[in-house]
C-alpha cells in the first residue's frame, strides 16, 4: 500500500476508531495509544500482505488490543490481591547510609573481580537459568555451576576485611 492510501485509510479511519476505542476502554489517553498501536500493526502488515478489508482488521485488532490490556490489570490487580506491599516504615537515615555504603563496597568489590566472574554472578543473581548463564559468558552449561562457586568465593573473599583493614 501507498503512503498516500495508508494516509487516506487513517484520516478515514481514526475517528471511528478512536470513538469505539474510547468507547470500549472508558480512557481517552488509553484509546489513543491503542488507535496508534493499530494502525502502526496495519502498516507494518501492508508490508507484507494488506488486509483484504483495512477496517475490519483495524477494529479487530483494536478489540484485541483492549482485551489484552483488560487481561494485564486483571493479572496485576490479582497478583497485587494476593502480595499486597506492606506499608513500609521510612528508613532511618542512618540505616539508609549504612546500606548505601554496603552497596558501594559490593560494587567496589565485583569491580576488583575478573570480568567473565563479574558477569556470571551478576547473571546468576539477576535470575538467569545456568543454561542462559552459560550462552551470554560463552561457557558449556555444565561448567556454570563450577565457575560460579569460584566466582562466589573470590567475591567472599574480597569482602571480607582484611587483618590490616581490621586493625584500622
Known sequence: MEPEAFRDIFEQLKPKLLRYCTYRCGDPDTAEDIVQEAMVRLWRRNVEEPPADPAAWLFTTARHLILDGDKVARNRQRLLASNPLDEAEPEQTD?????????????EMLGRMPRRSREILMLRY????????????GVAPGS?????????????????????????
Open 95 to 107: 540505616r539508609a547510609l549504612e546500606r548505601e555504603q554496603e552497596r558501594k563496597r559490593v560494587r
Open 126 to 137: 539477576s535470575g538467569f537459568s545456568y543454561r542462559e548463564i552459560a550462552g551470554e559468558v
Open 144 to 168: 556454570v555451576g563450577t565457575l560460579l562457586a569460584r566466582a562466589e568465593r573470590r567475591f567472599l573473599e574480597l569482602l571480607r576485611p582484611s587483618e590490616e583493614d581490621a586493625l584500622r
